[in-house]
């Protein structure tokens, strides 16, 4: 692609210029005759086609996860973040992110779980072990002021996580309080499919710890930092654009009779609607930060506008009487800053510091723009909705092993939240949205 090729793809969001960006884009098919582990499939107006079924490569790889080995009980894939194509852990790739990735794949296993009519058992046995590894093994020690909270990183293959265990960008005392957000959450979420009090307890702890840390948010500062010393408090970064999912752990909580939650959560999205959604439309500085193994102050993210997008779709007028347009402010903050064209597809990449399209943000915006498309009627964004997610596709092996990056060409395994955790819920959401996509 050349430079004003990119100019133009980083320009307005409006039907004509995205049509011209597909076309420039299908100009470039014909190099493109392998994408990651298949022999590209077009139909005869040159868009591109799955390698298979939608249905057929997502059960492939679910079933390739399901004959994971298992290490002191767990899915090893549950407790190893960089896992290669014949499930051993990738040597000189220690760390970990199990908040992140279990949290995630609770949520990516419980949807595929339902959306496969709760048949196998297995699926749901996965996700308790992954909810059974955040409760049992990745949690700071009970002191300090992040008590019993949901690690954001640490090293692979610790039952349990010792407490110096941060890794990647954290130091090692420290914790993310939004990924204990997206732990707490999917917690909620096993405990309402098993009604197993042990993972409702866990959300609870978390919850209760954020909102006793939580400050005043403004123009400058999120209501939690990035990154916190679990043991002092003593933050690092002011601003954390994650927030979606401490919302959506608050609303699940007060949804379950904890109205104790209800005034922090006013807080939060008030925040979120006067100052965070607003400054999508501006230079995006409260949507910095998010992936663990970043730390630069000005890294605005994909992941953390399209995830709130998701929510505000999700919810609708419930939590939001501007939901369409907030919604379209965060998808079109993401088409100007993060979208590309690979393979001849518009694919999204997924921060500022890193414009790949990894499998976890590539999928997550091709659900996004499927669920707005599918909430409002209109066809803007459905052409790109379906094209990015079969381009995802093509990182699924015919046994089943996902890459983690289909841009990158053929290959098996790497850091699994792409591969695997934050990617089938993405389909999922998809599919239920347009059901014959998967066929």
Same mark, same amino acid.
């Given at each position: 692609?050349?430079?004003?090729?990119?100019?133009?793809?980083?320009?307005?969001?409006?039907?004509?210029?995205?049509?011209?960006?597909?076309?420039?884009?299908?100009?470039?098919?014909?190099?493109?005759?392998?994408?990651?582990?298949?022999?590209?499939?077009?139909?005869?107006?040159?868009?591109?086609?799955?390698?298979?079924?939608?249905?057929?490569?997502?059960?492939?790889?679910?079933?390739?996860?399901?004959?994971?080995?298992?290490?002191?009980?767990?899915?090893?894939?549950?407790?190893?973040?960089?896992?290669?194509?014949?499930?051993?852990?990738?040597?000189?790739?220690?760390?970990?992110?199990?908040?992140?990735?279990?949290?995630?794949?609770?949520?990516?296993?419980?949807?595929?779980?339902?959306?496969?009519?709760?048949?196998?058992?297995?699926?749901?046995?996965?996700?308790?072990?992954?909810?059974?590894?955040?409760?049992?093994?990745?949690?700071?020690?009970?002191?300090?002021?992040?008590?019993?909270?949901?690690?954001?990183?640490?090293?692979?293959?610790?039952?349990?996580?010792?407490?110096?265990?941060?890794?990647?960008?954290?130091?090692?005392?420290?914790?993310?309080?939004?990924?204990?957000?997206?732990?707490?959450?999917?917690?909620?979420?096993?405990?309402?499919?098993?009604?197993?009090?042990?993972?409702?307890?866990?959300?609870?702890?978390?919850?209760?710890?954020?909102?006793?840390?939580?400050?005043?948010?403004?123009?400058?500062?999120?209501?939690?930092?990035?990154?916190?010393?679990?043991?002092?408090?003593?933050?690092?970064?002011? $601003?954390? =654009?994650?927030? +979606?999912?401490?919302?959506?752990? @608050? !609303?699940?909580?007060?949804?379950? &009779?904890? %109205?104790?939650?209800?005034?922090?959560?006013?807080?939060?999205?008030?925040?979120?609607?006067?100052?965070?959604?607003?400054?999508?439309?501006?230079?995006?500085?409260?949507?910095?930060?998010?992936?663990?193994?970043?730390?630069?102050?000005?890294?605005?993210?994909?992941?953390?506008?399209?995830?709130?997008?998701?929510?505000?779709?999700?919810?609708?007028?419930?939590?939001?009487?501007?939901?369409?347009?907030?919604?379209?402010?965060?998808?079109?903050?993401?088409?100007?800053?993060?979208?590309?064209? $690979?393979? =001849?597809?518009? +694919?999204?990449?997924?921060?500022? @510091? !890193?414009?790949?399209?990894?499998? &976890?943000? %590539?999928?997550?915006?091709?659900?996004?723009?499927?669920?707005?498309?599918?909430?409002?009627?209109?066809?803007?964004?459905?052409?790109?909705?379906?094209?990015?997610?079969?381009?995802?596709?093509?990182?699924?092996?015919?046994?089943?092993?996902?890459?983690?990056?289909?841009?990158?060409?053929?290959?098996?395994?790497?850091?699994?939240?792409?591969?695997?955790?934050?990617?089938?819920?993405?389909?999922?959401?998809?599919?239920?949205?347009?059901?014959?996509?998967?066929?």
């Amino acid at each position: 692609m050349n430079a004003s090729q990119s100019e133009r793809l980083r320009g307005s969001t409006r039907l004509p210029r995205w049509f011209a960006l597909l076309a420039v884009g299908l100009t470039l098919t014909a190099a493109a005759q392998v994408i990651g582990n298949h022999r590209a499939v077009y139909a005869p107006d040159d868009r591109l086609l799955p390698w298979t079924s939608w249905r057929d490569a997502l059960d492939r790889e679910v079933n390739w996860y399901l004959k994971c080995p298992a290490d002191h009980g767990y899915p090893r894939f549950v407790a190893v973040t960089f896992m290669d194509g014949n499930y051993e852990p990738i040597a000189n790739r220690p760390s970990f992110i199990p908040a992140m990735q279990d949290g995630m794949g609770i949520i990516s296993y419980l949807k595929y779980y339902a959306f496969t009519g709760r048949k196998d058992p297995r699926v749901l046995q996965t996700a308790r072990a992954m909810g059974d590894y955040l409760v049992n093994e990745a949690v700071t020690p009970d002191t300090g002021k992040y008590p019993r909270f949901s690690r954001s990183t640490g090293t692979r293959l610790r039952f349990p996580q010792p407490p110096d265990c941060g890794s990647q960008d954290d130091l090692p005392y420290e914790v993310e309080p939004d990924k204990g957000g997206i732990a707490g959450f999917a917690l909620v979420l096993l405990y309402e499919e098993t009604r197993d009090e042990t993972y409702l307890n866990q959300a609870l702890q978390n919850a209760c710890v954020l909102a006793t840390n939580m400050i005043a948010g403004t123009a400058a500062q999120s209501p939690w930092p990035f990154r916190v010393d679990y043991r002092t408090g003593a933050a690092r970064g002011a $601003v954390s =654009g994650n927030m +979606s999912f401490i919302l959506r752990l @608050f !609303d699940r909580l007060i949804a379950h &009779g904890h %109205a104790e939650f209800g005034p922090p959560r006013e807080r939060l999205w008030t925040w979120i609607k006067q100052q965070q959604i607003p400054n999508a439309a501006k230079d995006g500085s409260l949507w910095v930060n998010f992936f663990e193994d970043h730390g630069e102050p000005t890294n605005r993210t994909a992941w953390a506008p399209l995830n709130l997008a998701r929510y505000l779709i999700e919810q609708r007028g419930q939590l939001d009487p501007d939901w369409e347009k907030d919604t379209r402010t965060l998808i079109e903050f993401v088409n100007r800053q993060f979208v590309h064209v $690979v393979h =001849g597809v518009a +694919s999204c990449g997924e921060q500022d @510091f !890193d414009q790949h399209p990894w499998g &976890g943000i %590539a999928t997550t915006y091709g659900a996004v723009l499927a669920m707005f498309t599918h909430a409002t009627g209109s066809p803007e964004f459905k052409l790109l909705a379906r094209q990015t997610l079969n381009w995802a596709l093509y990182g699924i092996n015919d046994d089943g092993c996902p890459y983690d990056g289909v841009w990158k060409g053929a290959g098996r395994g790497g850091w699994q939240e792409d591969a695997h955790t934050d990617k089938l819920h993405n389909y999922v959401d998809a599919m239920n949205a347009f059901p014959e996509w998967g066929q």
